[in-house]
């Protein structure tokens, strides 16, 4: 750990005085543990501390039942931190023991720690109102409560309404078994939903009056599939079969449905792959007769990094330096890291090279700070987090949550969400971003420096909204999709 400067020492101690309220608001989303677009309780409960805060908050933007903004201040510079609390669906999962165990058959789970997110993101939007208030700084802090980030774009919603254009820096965060600054981009996504219709017949007496629909998605299936041969090797194609048409096979289905995610680096390229996936729908319902309906359900753009801010928090993250686990921490987390496969802990080892996994195996909970490189990396998957990063400069980090190795998306993952050491990772990326923020509050030339490497990223391109003008967010829909 570097030496705290004024402003880290400052932020620690004001995140730190309130610990416990941030720790509690942690552990009842866990429990809470409500899937896409149907996070009520989490929502307001983040709502209620935040106008206990002083914040005054506006609920429902951009369509969203459980969205909403907290704001604090007025005028320039403005400051946003982005907040998820969703949950997946199948991921109940006891807390602080090391065996699958669910707390509620098929239930809900916190696989990828957005309980710590969220909180994480408004400990921070707390510390800079706190600080900002003392030092009688102008502008504006932010705290953007975001829905359904698991394949249901709550952010996308909301850049495409606009509620990012007048905000000059974006901060996130997530959970993970570092603790470093993304500089990462992630792949654009196309979420669709396809609806085929036939005839039913009786399949034994009548097979030639029938018209399978079921046949029409097994056929745009494997049309898919063949397709994957001539695509761009960073692309991804996945999906899943939502409906089958019944469970009689003597019944020829006369409707059966398939849901696709289709990603690629650039915008550009996922609407290409989109409309070639389309063909597909349509040649297959031409082959069987039947008739296809289909929409864009959800998508994001690339993320766009920011060298300028990366720098910043990295150096914030220094002097913070890692939260110690107790050897108590260290022995929960070693059982964890016991209950992976062979193949889990070899793909964690490439991460982190021989030396760094031998260490991490032995003591799974990574007490340093990962130096930053300025070389770009590339995730394969997607986040709504890039369509506020194509609007603003944004800059994210990762803190160690969770075990060394531990995936995303686990009830392992569940399992260590309410830890000691899951509550000083997030506190530790709360005190980051909030002194990247106010280093960006105090210093213009840094925040148009962040501004003018955002335009030369984009060399030129705008951002366009992959989502319909007219496609609105599903309201209390209890049908959960697969997470992106």
Known sequence: MEK??????????????????????????????????????????????????????????????????????????????????????????????????????????HGCGHNLLGVGALAAAIAVKDYMKEHKLAGTVQYFGCPAEESGYGKTFMARDGFFKDVDAAFSWHPATMNAVMNSTANAVIHAHFKFKGRSAHAGAAPHLGRSALDAVELMNVGVNYMREHTIDEARIHYAVTNTGGLAPNVVQAEAEVTYLIRAPKPYQVKELYDRVVDCARGAALMTQTKVDYEIQGSCHNLIPNLTLEKVMHQYMQEIGAPLATEQDINYAKTIYETLTDEEKRAAALQVGKQGDSQLAERPIADFIVPFSEKETFMGGSTDVADVSWNVPTAQCVTSTWAFGTPFHTWQAVAQGKESYAHDAMLLAGKAMACTAISALENPELLEKAKKELVERLDGETYESLIPKELTPPKNKKKVYQTI
């Open 4 to 109: 705290l400067t004024a402003l880290s020492e400052k932020i620690t101690n004001l995140i730190d005085n309130k610990r416990t309220l941030f720790t509690q608001l942690s552990d009842q989303i866990w429990e809470f543990a409500e899937t896409r677009f149907e996070e009520f309780r989490s929502a307001e409960l983040l709502c209620e501390a935040m106008e206990k805060e002083g914040f005054e908050v506006k609920k429902g933007i951009a369509g969203l039942e459980t969205g909403f903004i907290a704001s604090h201040g007025s005028g320039h510079p403005v400051i946003a931190f982005l907040g998820e609390y969703d949950a997946l669906a199948g991921l109940s999962q006891q807390a602080s023991i090391n065996k699958f165990e669910p707390i509620k058959k098929n239930g809900n789970g």
